[in-house]
């Protein structure tokens, strides 16, 4: 019998005991013995039928020698981290879906789950549902990653496709994914780009073996995209999605990682993600473009992943895997404003006169080309400009503004 201990019951914890109980016959066969919940963690009440499993004191589990793996779906930096480095310290695995968590502490974790003999597990943490870890980690180990691009977050791609398709006000979209389960405890993560943010520190540190930090990867969300530009999009054949990614930059290490908005033009292949779900590319030297595509978010999806983790925890037998990454304390993350890119720019010229304003846009940025959209103000102008040095264009911002020509929105155009 493995006996595990699942820390936190909320959307994802009730459903991983729903799984295992759900499948437990072929969970079993598949271990070749039988995984069986012994204790929960959680700080409230539940009137359910396995009431008799539940603890409010952490020391229940730790110092109970037959439970064997500890899942830690709670959330969180602490106690999480308290209580996952307790858990490794007893020889205990511990598997998550805590994405904050491994994002801030994961080559720690690893090293202590290493020094202890056991395994620190994680899949969950990126793309709910989708494996990309193990992927990530084994099948493609014969690449050397060039990039990685995705939609990571389901919440704020469940708002965008809600506000685009369905024209649905940006609350009322936000409200029904906190209700499915999909929105972080705190919604400000999942919108503001954080959470996605988490998301891709974890891929680029197993893809390229050092720690890459949340704090040092700049981070913009969807609060800032309105309805004019998705159809400013849309008149350039493209949609508005939140990626996030990460770009070799040389053999040091350091890349280029960032979380923000992105035309993607219509026919590429994270364009047509639409809902909860999430698509992770991968450009691998010898592969080419690998997309890893599905559910992104919410109770039994998450929970799959975790309980098979869980399963190949049971499997490892006293093994531990060899998933780690350093962490020295430097910062590899590059400086975004010396990398080019294409931009998709709306101005204000307020009272300027749409002529001038013209003329003022080409003497900044040369031949450019403009986009429309219904309804569109006499004295607003959007464009399309290609290959700009994004410090350039900071500059050049300041410059039109100093003309009354003012940014109502810039975002990045990617090609994925
Ligand atoms: N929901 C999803 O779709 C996904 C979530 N994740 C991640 O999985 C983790 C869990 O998410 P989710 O299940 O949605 O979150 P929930 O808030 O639904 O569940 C967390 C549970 O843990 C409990 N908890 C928190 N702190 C403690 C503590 N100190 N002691 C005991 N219990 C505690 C909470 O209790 P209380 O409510 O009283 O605070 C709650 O019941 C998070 O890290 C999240 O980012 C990853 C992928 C997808
Ligand atoms: N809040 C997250 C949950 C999964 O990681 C999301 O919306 O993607």
């Known amino acids: 019998m493995i006996n595990i201990a699942v820390l936190g019951h909320g959307v994802v914890g009730s459903g991983v005991v729903e799984v295992i109980e759900t499948n437990q016959e072929y969970i079993a066969k598949n271990v070749g013995d039988n995984v ?206 939140l990626i996030g990614r990460v770009k070799k930059v040389d053999e040091q290490g350091h890349v280029l990682c960032m979380v923000s908005p992105a035309l993607l033009h219509k026919q590429s292949q994270l364009a047509g993600i639409s809902d909860v779900f999430n698509g992770i590319l991968v450009r691998g030297n010898a592969t080419g473009d690998v997309v890893f595509y599905g559910r992104g978010a919410g109770k039994l999806p998450t929970a799959s992943a975790v309980v098979a983790d869980v399963i190949d925890v049971a499997k490892a037998k006293g093994t531990t895997a060899a998933l780690t990454w350093e962490d020295d304390g430097v910062n590899y993350v590059v400086d975004y404003r010396n990398t080019r890119c294409d931009y998709y720019i709306r101005l204000s010229a307020c009272d300027t006169d749409k002529q001038q304003a013209v003329k003022e846009i080409q003497k900044q940025f040369g031949e450019v080309r403009y986009l429309s959209r219904p309804k569109q103000p006499e004295n607003e102008l959007a464009f399309v400009v290609n290959d700009m040095l994004e410090r350039d264009l900071l500059e050049k911002e300041q410059i039109l503004s100093a003309e009354n020509i003012y940014l109502v929105n810039k975002i990045r155009i990617l090609n994925y």
């Open 36 to 241: 069986y919940v012994k204790r929960i963690l959680d700080l409230r009440d539940f009137d359910v039928p396995y009431a008799d499993k539940f603890t409010k004191d952490y020391a229940d589990i730790l110092n109970d020698p037959e439970i064997s793996i500890v899942v830690e779906v709670m959330g969180g930096i602490n106690p999480a981290y308290d209580f996952s480095k307790a858990a490794l310290r007893h020889q205990k695995s511990v598997v998550t879906s805590n994405k904050e968590l491994v994002a801030a502490k994961g080559a720690k974790l690893l090293r202590l789950a290493k020094e202890n003999n056991v395994n620190y597990y994680f899949e969950a943490s990126v793309g709910g549902g989708i494996p990309i870890i193990r992927p990530l980690h084994s099948c493609l180990a014969a690449n050397q990653i060039d990039e990685i691009a995705g939609i990571l977050n389901g919440t704020s791609n469940f708002i965008l496709t809600k506000m685009i398709s369905e024209q649905m006000p940006f609350e009322d979209a936000l409200k029904m994914a906190q209700a499915l389960g999909y929105a972080e405890k705190n919604p400000t993560a999942d919108v503001d780009g954080h959470d996605a943010c988490r998301k891709i520190c974890i891929l680029a540190s197993l893809a390229y073996g050092k720690h890459i930090y949340p704090d040092s990867v700049p981070t913009q969300g969807i609060g800032e995209i309105t309805l004019e530009d998705v159809d400013y999009a849309e008149s350039n054949d493209c949609v508005i999605k």
